[in-house]
Each structure stands twice: as C-alpha cells, then as structure tokens.
Nanobody, 115 residues
Framework: QVQLVESGGGLVQPGGSLRLSCAAS????????MGWYRQAPGMQRELVAR???????YYGDSVKGRFTISRDNAKNTVYLQMNGLKPEDTAVYYC?????????WGQGTQVTVSS
C-alpha cells in the first residue's frame, strides 16, 4: 500500500521560508519521478515542481527562482524548500509521483502566508 506523508507546513509571514518533507512508502522511490502539488481554496490542484529519478527538476513559473525541490533516495523522502513566500502561495501542499496517481494522494500539509 502506497503512503505519502507530507509535513512541514505552517503559518509564515510574507518573505519567509518553509521546508516541506514527504516520506514515501510502498513504492520503489528511487525509480519514480516525484512532484509537489498544491491546491488553493476554490482552485484546481496544480503542479508546483517535480524531480525525476535522475535529479532533473522542473518548476512552475509562479515559483521559479524561489522554490527548490530535492530528494533523498536513502530516506525515501522528497523535499520542497520554499523561500520568498507570498500570500498567493497559500494552499494545501501535496506530494505524489509524477505523473500523479489518483490513489496516491496523502493528507497534504497546509501552508499559510500572511502577515
């Protein structure tokens, strides 16, 4: 059974930083591309960043230059370092494989950027 457990969210002021973590089990983590996704209230879930098994990365235009995705295959964990946070980054953040699999969604972690 696949489990993806996100953590690290919270309330942060504009310009602040957070580091999200996603611990994976039930998949051969090192062989999977992984993605961070987010869903803001009333909006569709969107891809924020992804990293291939080989370490190649992609970022959405809205986070490019501010967010960094990384992975530790020894720990079966993918990270999202978020710097320069803006109120529009407020959302529930999820990880999943890329392309996403519907049955793999975890509970997500809430990120709120507000002064």
């Amino acid at each position: 059974q696949v489990q993806l457990v996100e953590s690290g969210g919270g309330l942060v002021q504009p310009g602040g930083s957070l580091r999200l973590s996603c611990a994976a089990s039930g998949i051969i983590f090192s062989l999977n591309a992984m993605g961070w996704y987010r869903q803001a209230p009333g909006m569709q879930r969107e891809l924020v960043a992804r990293i291939t098994s080989g370490g190649s990365t992609y970022y959405g235009d809205s986070v490019k230059g501010r967010f960094t995705i990384s992975r530790d295959n020894a720990k079966n964990t993918v990270y999202l370092q978020m710097n320069g946070l803006k109120p529009e980054d407020t959302a529930v953040y999820y990880c999943n494989v890329w392309p996403m699999r519907r049955g793999f969604w975890g509970q997500g972690t809430q990120v709120t950027v507000s002064s």
